[in-house]
T-cell receptor, first 115, second 107 residues
Framework: EPEVTQTPSHQVTQMGQEVILRCVPI?????FYWYRQILGQKVEFLVS????????KSEIFDDQFSVERPDGSNFTLKIRSTKLEDSAMYFC?????????????FGPGTRLTVL | RKEVEQDPGPFNVPEGATVAFNCTYS??????FFWYRQDCRKEPKLLMS???SGNEDGRFTAQLNRASQYISLLIRDSKLSDSATYLC????????FGAGTRLTVKP
């Protein structure tokens, strides 16, 4: 069964450093998403991406964040100048399209720890 | 008011019990509704979509009440393996999740 993969599984960084979280969506999917989940809190939408551009973003997704699809398979989330409060689980998801009931498949997540 | 609100629980039930979870949402323009299951430190996995007419998948039944902006999930004959956190998700322009309801099924 095809699945979304994410690397690394755990990233530790110093405050102020830049991190890049990587995702490989399911190969025939066209829509890509990033979510984050701070420990003990709810899953929060960050951004959706289609046709090489952002289609929706939340109030969390400020200038500190950027997304990119650098090649035909990877989808990345870059966090510039990380803050302590960026520590969270970051989930990538993908879907075939964005129609109402189209399932978003989640990757296993990257746990980001900012020290 | 929170966008998607759930009772956090925990719900502790014996095997075989029937348990129901509720979820309310604030955005009346929401288009689609889902229940996800999340195991500890794992990713959310889609349990079922929630349709206007209600829908059933084995032991799981989901209901939607658009007028009251409310969705529910009923689990019948609960199993030990049903122990998890159940997330309500509501999709408008983007997907918004509730904080989840924790279920523990005990022998």
């Amino acid at each position: 069964e095809p699945e979304v993969t994410q690397t690394p599984s755990h990233q530790v960084t110093q405050m102020g450093q830049e991190v890049i979280l990587r995702c490989v969506p399911i190969s025939n999917h066209l829509y890509f998403y990033w979510y984050r989940q701070i420990l003990g809190q709810k899953v929060e939408f960050l951004v959706s991406f289609y046709n090489n551009e952002i289609s929706e973003k939340s109030e969390i997704f400020d200038d500190q964040f950027s997304v990119e699809r650098p090649d035909g398979s990877n989808f990345t989330l870059k966090i510039r100048s990380t803050k302590l409060e960026d520590s969270a689980m970051y989930f990538c998801a993908s879907s075939v399209d964005s129609s109402s009931y189209n399932e978003q498949f989640f990757g296993p997540g990257t746990r980001l720890t900012v020290l | 008011r929170k966008e998607v609100e759930q009772d956090p629980g925990p719900f502790n039930v014996p095997e075989g019990a029937t348990v129901a979870f509720n979820c309310t949402y604030s955005n009346s323009a929401s288009q689609s509704f889902f229940w996800y299951r999340q195991d500890c430190r794992k990713e959310p996995k889609l349990l079922m979509s929630v349709y206007s007419s209600g829908n059933e998948d084995g032991r799981f039944t989901a209901q939607l009440n658009r007028a009251s902006q409310y969705i529910s999930l009923l689990i019948r004959d609960s199993k030990l393996s049903d122990s998890a956190t159940y997330l309500c998700a509501v999709k408008g322009d983007d997907m918004r999740f509730g904080a989840g309801t924790r279920l523990t099924v005990k022998p």
